[in-house]
Every structure is written in structure tokens, then in C-alpha cells.
T-cell receptor, first 114, second 114 residues
Framework: EADIYQTPRYLVIGTGKKITLECSQT?????MYWYQQDPGMELHLIHY???????EKGDLSSESTVSRIRTEHFPLTLESARPSHTSQYLC?????????????FGPGTRLTVL | KNQVEQSPQSLIILEGKNCTLQ??????????LRWYKQDTGRGPVSLTI?????NTKSNGRYTATLDADTKQSSLHITASQLSDSASYIC?????????????FGRGTQLTVWP
């Protein structure tokens, strides 16, 4: 099982609150990713990082921001949560294997904004 | 447009039976194809990864096939178990970008009944 962790696993908050979703991995992977997934739908990339101090926006526009101050840590922040942010957020990291990159996912954070 | 289509959307089978899930893609240039298993409320877990030079890959009771000419893949599950109930996601990677971009299907929701 991959050593990638997300907290909290579940979060229910009110509109307008600031939240931070935590993601950490102990595998030393340089590349890390945040995905958003709604029920029955595909994963959408919202942020990625190639390493410390590197962050980029993904394909799906998101009001969230990320930071990468340490290799192992890639938190996602919403300054003012809204009901439209209700979704599952998945963090992932990737390493270069012998033939191909392997990507590992965390368990996810289920966010509900009331 | 790079897309990954999976069928069927959902499938119910009896324990002990076999089943086959389908994946068609239009991703180009093609690099690799992955199958993930995602349990409800959890992150995806890798089952198999194939490059264009591989046409079959097994992982226990899971066998994936790839036809890079027709851009089709299948995942065959043998002697299904209750624990196989999950969403199975087909993911295709391209080699046309530094990111090593992954394209996700919406998944096939498999339910195994006793």
C-alpha cells in the first residue's frame, strides 16, 4: 500500500469558511497532484507540482490554491468555501519506475459545504 | 480530443462468475494504459500498467489486454469475489507533454452479489 496520507477524511463546513486539506507522502516523490472527483464522474486534475516551490494549475478551473514548501507535503486551501466546492478531493504522487511512472493515490477527502 | 470511454457504466454479477470490462480511447500520442480499482470512499489503487508494446498483463485474477491499433483495452476478472465490488477506472497516459498527462475514464461500477 502506498504511503500517501490525506486529512481530514471527511469534512462538513459552512459557506464562507477557510479550509486546508492536507496531503503528505513519505516516498520522496517529486511529482504531486490534486484531483477533484464527483460521483460517477472522471477525475479532474486541479493542481500539480514537480517539486519544492513548483505549483501549476490543472485542467479544471478551481478557486483553490496549493503550496509545496517541502517535498513530502502538498496542502490545498480554499479561502472561502461554497456549496459548489462539495466534492471528493484526491491527492496523488508519482515516481519514475524502471519502465514507466507509477502514480499512487491517497484515500481522499470528502468535502461537504453547507 | 483526448478521451477515454468505458463500458458498461455498471455491471452486476454473481459471486464466482467472470466478467469483462471495456475501455476505448482516443489519446494520442499514446504512452501507456492503466487500470485502477477504486473502492467506495477510497482512492484508486493500481491493478495493471501496460505500454504500447504490451498486449496483456495479469495481476492475480485480473487480466488486462491492450490493442494499440484499435485503441481498445479490456479488463477480465476471473472467479469474482464480493471484495471485487468497486469502480474500475481505465486511465491512458500520453507522451506528448512533459507532464506525462493522464486521461481518466468515468469507470465501470461492478457489484458482485453472493
Amino acid at each position: 500500500e502506498a504511503d500517501i496520507y490525506q486529512t481530514p477524511r471527511y469534512l462538513v463546513i459552512g459557506t464562507g469558511k477557510k479550509i486546508t486539506l492536507e496531503c503528505s507522502q513519505t516516498m520522496g516523490h517529486d511529482k504531486m497532484y490534486w484531483y477533484q472527483q464527483d460521483p460517477g464522474m472522471e477525475l479532474h486534475l486541479i493542481h500539480y507540482s514537480y517539486g519544492v516551490n513548483s505549483t501549476e494549475k490543472g485542467d479544471l478551473s478551481s478557486e483553490s490554491t496549493v503550496s509545496r514548501i517541502r517535498t513530502e507535503h502538498f496542502p490545498l486551501t480554499l479561502e472561502s468555501a461554497r456549496p459548489s466546492h462539495t466534492s471528493q478531493y484526491l491527492c496523488a504522487s508519482r515516481f519514475r519506475g524502471k519502465r514507466i511512472d507509477e502514480q499512487f493515490f491517497g484515500p481522499g477527502t470528502r468535502l461537504t459545504v453547507l | 480530443k483526448n478521451q477515454v470511454e468505458q463500458s458498461p457504466q455498471s455491471l452486476i454479477i454473481l459471486e464466482g462468475k467472470n466478467c469483462t470490462l471495456q475501455c476505448n480511447y482516443t489519446v494520442s500520442p499514446f504512452s501507456n494504459l492503466r487500470w485502477y480499482k477504486q473502492d467506495t470512499g477510497r482512492g484508486p489503487v493500481s491493478l495493471t500498467i501496460m505500454t504500447f508494446s504490451e498486449n496483456t498483463k495479469s495481476n492475480g485474477r485480473y487480466t488486462a489486454t491492450l490493442d494499440a491499433d484499435t485503441k481498445q483495452s479490456s479488463l477480465h476478472i476471473t472467479a469474482s469475489q464480493l471484495s471485487d465490488s468497486a469502480s474500475y477506472i481505465c486511465v491512458v497516459g500520453d507522451r506528448g507533454s512533459t507532464l506525462g498527462r493522464l486521461y481518466f475514464g468515468r469507470g465501470t461500477q461492478l457489484t458482485v452479489w453472493p
